[in-house]
């Protein structure tokens, strides 16, 4: 039997080092060096195209437990990271060009991986196929992505930021749709007075965006997802006429309609993620924290993710994909890295790890594993593949996909702590139990 992953980036390199692993013949595919994407310039695996860093090593960190995470499933890339670690503080960051190098080497040297180097228009032949495009896939796979998913991608990510509902300040927010359309805890809504307005208003129009890569720029950008803080350049009201409009709501506590208002929309089944509904922004994100806090409501927000506008190919994965990455409608087909709706280096190398392994225990008559949500590992697979996400966005490692702990624990430190060491328990359980 043989298996096909296509691209050799942080997914990629991941899934083809499982199905090694399981005794399994690969043919990898890698367009470097026939065809670079806009973004890619060294022929070596698993680039490094922006920062350098994977983030916070500590375990009671989001970053840090799924490092941990993946290194107790075999991650080629956590271990070439430690080798190739330069010092960063508290962060795991490497030399980019010698972990490049060294993960290159890794799979050059494994026995049944066999690489090609062309660009993938079409499925190859074989008896399974981990497509692990990045957010710049070529044209041509787009296209075949696209046929096979059966709709449009999304080739340009407009996302809001998501803040963790324990902590958004209720005294000063309240639960109620819009002309009571809906239920009555469809939206948390975060009212402003004018002079709060005002002063948010200053803000915005003077904080400052980030740099966007060539590759990121669009002109015609700005007509289906206008950045918050574009809309309000447009004049000192016409947020309030947009995503701030105070319309068909009254706060309970004045009675009155809000002269502002920030609704917050649930972003998981669960309620503990809420998406601030309308403010798309390529604002920095230390200017995110500063600026969107600034609602009463927000102003102790722990933000889970940041707004961001990018170039970013991704399936709509919750209606496509099982939580093992394999196609609903396909399941020798996988998926793997940002193209699933996972955002980050090593999001995308998690994700790759599970493709390669479902995929290999698919192909020797084995059933396919999900890791327990309380991992950040299954919690991340089971996100990209929730149905009752319905503006599904991509989604970075974060404490508030994992279920809460049963006994609430005030400190976030501790709270942190408790969560990783409940993941690094449920993993091993489920492995030993798995015999993984």
């Not at 070596?44 to 437990?65: D, M, P, Q, Y």
């Not at 992505?145 to 809001?160: I, Q, T």
């Not at 803040?163 to 809906?182: N, P």
């Amino acid at each position: 039997m043989k298996a096909a992953v296509i691209g050799a980036g942080f997914a990629g390199v991941e899934a083809a080092w499982q199905l090694n692993k399981a005794g399994i013949d690969v043919d990898l595919y890698e367009m470097k060096p026939v065809k670079f994407s806009p973004a890619h310039h060294s022929e070596g695996f698993a680039e490094l195209v922006c920062s350098n860093s994977f983030k916070a090593a500590r375990l009671n960190s989001a970053a840090g437990l799924l490092k941990a995470e993946m290194a107790r499933l075999g991650s080629v890339c956590v271990d070439c990271a430690k080798k190739t670690a330069v010092p960063a503080g508290g962060a795991l960051a490497v030399d980019r060009n010698e972990f490049s190098k060294l993960v290159t080497e890794r799979i050059k040297a494994c026995e049944h991986i066999n690489v090609i180097n062309q660009e993938v228009t079409e499925l190859p032949d074989a008896d399974a196929v981990i497509i692990a495009a990045g957010p710049l896939a070529s044209e041509g796979l787009s296209e075949t992505v696209k046929r096979l998913c059966g709709e449009e991608l999304s080739f340009f990510d407009a996302a809001a930021p998501i803040v963790s509902a324990d902590s958004i300040d209720m005294a000063f927010a309240f639960t109620q749709s819009r002309y009571d359309r809906g239920g009555e805890d469809d939206y948390i809504n975060c009212p402003m007075n004018k002079e709060q307005y005002e002063a948010f208003y200053e803000a915005i129009i003077s904080a400052q965006s980030a740099e966007l890569h060539s590759f990121d720029k669009r002109k015609d950008v700005y007509e289906g997802c206008m950045p918050i803080e574009v809309l309000a350049s447009r004049g000192r009201d016409t947020m309030r006429f947009g995503p701030l409009k105070p319309v068909g709501l009254t706060d309970p506590k004045t009675g009155h309609r809000p002269w502002a208002n920030l609704q917050l929309r649930k972003e998981n089944a669960s309620g503990s993620m809420y998406n601030l509904v309308g403010f798309q922004t390529n604002l920095k994100f230390s200017e995110q924290k500063r600026v969107f806090s600034m609602f009463p409501a927000l102003h102790d927000a722990q933000f889970l993710r940041y707004g961001v506008m990018h170039r970013n190919t991704f399936i709509k994965s919750p209606g496509i994909l099982q939580a093992d990455f394999s196609m609903k409608d396909n399941p020798y087909i996988f998926f793997a890295g940002q193209i699933t709706g996972v955002e980050g280096y090593m999001e995308s190398a998690s994700s790759g790890i599970l493709a390669g392994l479902n995929c290999a225990r698919r192909l020797t008559g084995k059933e396919t594993v999900v890791l327990p949500e309380t991992t950040m590992t299954g919690a991340l697979s089971r996100y990209i593949s929730d149905e009752s996400v319905t503006d599904f966005q991509p989604m970075g490692a974060n404490f508030g996909v994992i279920p809460p702990l049963e006994q609430k624990i005030r400190d976030k430190s501790e709270r942190y702590t408790a969560l990783a060491e409940r993941a690094m328990k449920d993993l091993e359980d489920f492995l030993q139990e798995e015999s993984i």
